[in-house]
C-alpha cells in the first residue's frame, strides 16, 4: 500500500472534527478521505471502528451511550422508541436488552437494517405516528433522533400486547414523579397513536 502523507492524514483528522469526530465510511470517502487514508489512520491508532463501516477519532472522550450514537450513525432515518426511548428519558426500570428504533413505512425500503453491533429492534410506523413528537439530542457527536417523553408513552400503549402494559403503567407513574405531567401532549400523541380513550383513564388516575 502506498504511504500516506501526513497532510492527507491531517485533512482526515480536520474533516473527522468538524463531524463531531465520528464518520460512516461513505461519508468519509464523499467528504474526500480515501480509503487508505482512513485505513492507516486506523493502523496508526488515530481513530477506532466502531462498527462495520463506521469510524471514531481515537482521542475523544469516552463515549457515554455508544450504542445510540452507533444505531443513530448506521441508520439516519431511525428514531429510537419505546423501550429504549423510556431508558433515554429514564422513566423506566426495564435494560434495553437491543436498541429500539422505529422505521418509516411510507419512506420506501421496507427491509429491516442489520448492525454487527448493536443488536436492534426494528418498530415500523406510518405517517404522522411515525413523524410527530422527534427530539433530536447529541450524543457522543452524532445528532440522535429519540421520541419525546410524552410520545414514547403513547407509543407504549399502543405497542401495550407487546411491550407489556405494566411497563407502560410503570413508564406513566414514573414521568408523573418527575413533576412533569403534560397532559395535553400525552393526549395529543395518544390520538396520534390512536390509543386515547386507552390511556384517558390511565392519565386521569394519575393526576
Not at 43 to 54: F, H, I, T, Y
Not at 132 to 138: F, K, L, M, Q, T
Request: net charge neutral; with cysteine.
Amino acid at each position: 500500500m502506498a504511504r500516506v502523507s501526513d497532510s492527507a492524514i491531517e485533512d482526515a483528522r480536520r474533516i473527522l472534527a468538524e463531524n463531531g469526530g465520528i464518520l460512516r465510511t461513505r461519508d468519509a470517502l464523499a467528504a474526500g478521505i480515501q480509503r487508505r487514508t482512513l485505513y492507516a489512520m486506523r493502523d496508526r491508532g488515530m481513530v477506532e471502528r466502531l462498527a462495520r463501516g463506521l469510524y471514531r477519532l481515537a482521542d475523544l472522550e469516552q463515549m457515554s451511550d455508544p450504542d445510540l450514537a452507533i444505531v443513530a450513525a448506521r441508520i439516519p432515518g431511525g428514531v429510537v422508541c419505546l423501550i429504549s426511548a423510556l431508558a433515554y428519558h429514564d422513566i423506566t426500570t426495564e435494560i434495553p436488552h437491543a436498541v429500539d428504533i422505529a422505521l418509516d413505512w411510507q419512506a420506501g425500503s421496507r427491509t429491516a437494517p442489520t448492525l454487527d453491533w448493536p443488536p436492534i429492534d426494528v418498530w415500523w410506523y406510518s405517517g404522522e405516528a411515525y413523524s410527530a413528537g422527534i427530539e433530536i439530542h447529541n450524543i457522543d457527536g452524532v445528532d440522535v433522533k429519540v421520541y419525546s417523553a410524552e410520545k414514547t408513552l403513547a407509543d407504549c400503549f399502543k405497542y401495550r400486547n407487546k411491550i407489556g402494559l405494566d411497563t407502560a403503567i410503570e413508564a406513566l407513574r414514573m414521568y408523573r414523579d418527575k413533576g412533569r405531567m403534560d397532559v395535553p401532549e400525552i393526549i395529543r400523541y395518544a390520538g396520534i397513536c390512536r390509543v386515547k380513550n386507552i390511556m384517558r383513564p390511565y392519565v386521569e388516575a394519575l393526576l
